[in-house]
């Protein structure tokens, strides 16, 4: 099993930034990769950045040069978010992968851009 929790969310201005971090418990050595999802009210959960166990990314188009995944060891993944927008608003969710499948998820930290 392997546990996520997220935090670095928060309210910004647009235009501003935010920084969230994903910590990994468990079984992490089973991890190969993980990513971030959000959800905006009303919507479907979509993806927004990736990070594989070898360090390549994948960042969703809608937030390409925007954002950028990272991460410092096995265990801790972040997302980079900047120029926000009010559409960036949403519930975002660090997932973890197992054998190419994202099987384990956090809560979610939630994200409010608005003036």
């Known amino acids: 099993q392997v546990q996520l929790v997220e935090s670095g969310g928060g309210l910004v201005q647009p235009g501003g930034s935010l920084r969230l971090s994903c910590v990994a418990s468990?079984?992490?050595?089973?991890?190969?990769?993980m990513g971030w999802y959000r959800q905006a009210p009303g919507k479907q959960r979509e993806f927004v950045a990736a990070?594989?166990?070898?360090?390549?990314t994948n960042v969703a188009d809608s937030v390409k040069g925007r954002f950028t995944i990272s991460r410092d060891n096995a265990n801790t993944v972040y997302l980079q978010m900047n120029s926000l927008k009010p559409e960036d608003t949403a519930v975002y969710c660090c997932?973890?992968?197992?054998?190419?499948?994202?099987?384990?998820w956090g809560q979610g930290t939630q994200v409010s851009v608005s003036s």
């Open positions: 997932a973890a992968a197992t054998l190419g499948v994202y099987r384990y």
């Open positions: 468990g079984s992490i050595s089973s991890i190969n990769g």
């Open positions: 990070i594989t166990r070898g360090g390549n």
